[in-house]
């Protein structure tokens, strides 16, 4: 008879640059970006923290690969859509990426050395723009607008003060202690209305993002 496998007859899973910007991003959805570290992910691998070496320079070679990967994740341009619904659908699946990966707000336009999909998202993106009438400032100007709300709103709801066992109404008045939310209605009423979840945080987005679409419009159309 053959003994069954043990933990130690295993075959180690080979270590990848795939596998190890995977774990990753698992790990800074889970805990945050400030816990990554070569010496962290080497433990959660498995290995010592220098056989990352072999696959990266440094931490930042990490953080450019883990924002490709956060990239990949967002819709390209629709084929033969227009511009409106092209950068609409994008912005919204960047809105649901970023609350899937709440770390990679303040990292996507930062990185020196930014990978292949992130080259392509913002090309692909810029040559939409330009083939429906923008000029080369007006698509900048459009696409940082752009970015700049989704960032914004992302960044926002993530530091929202509701945990999961609160209701709105409740955070409102806590937000406004010690004061009551009687004298200040108008403030407590919009506090509960933001801190609705789910489908209604998409309505607030696509109502902000639709203003932004409509007056780069006007705008393309006068130029």
């Known amino acids: 008879m053959s003994r069954p496998a043990t933990n130690a007859s295993k075959p180690r ?22 816990s990554i570290s070569t010496r962290k992910l080497g433990q959660e691998l498995g290995v010592e923290g220098m056989a990352l070496y072999y696959h990266f320079k440094n931490k930042d070679e990490v953080l450019d690969g883990m924002i490709d990967l956060v990239f990949s994740e967002i819709d390209l341009p629709l084929s033969g859509a227009d511009w409106k619904t092209a950068l609409r659908q994008r912005s919204i699946s960047a809105r649901e990426a970023l609350a899937r990966h709440p770390w990679a707000i303040g990292l996507m336009e930062s990185r020196a050395n930014p990978g292949p999909a992130n080259l392509r998202h913002h090309d692909q993106m810029l040559g939409g723009l330009r083939e429906a009438g923008f000029s080369i400032p007006m698509a900048a100007d459009a ?24 209701k709105p109404a409740d955070v409102s008045q806590d937000t406004l202690q010690p004061h009551s939310v009687d004298e200040y209605p108008n403030l407590g009423a919009i506090i509960k ?3 609705k979840n789910g489908d209604e945080q998409r ?6 993002l639709d203003v ?12």
Do not use: C, K
């Open 13 to 34: 899973i080979p270590l990848s640059r795939d596998r190890v910007l995977q774990v990753a991003v698992q790990r800074a959805d889970r805990d945050g970006i400030a």
């Open 143 to 166: 696409y940082m607008l752009l970015d700049s709300y989704i960032h914004g709103f992302a960044l926002q709801h993530t530091n929202l003060p509701l945990g999961h066992s609160q």
């Open 193 to 195: 209305h933001v801190l």
């Open 203 to 208: 309505e607030h987005f696509e109502f902000g």
């Open 212 to 223: 932004i679409l409509d007056a780069l419009d006007r705008i393309r159309e006068t130029a």
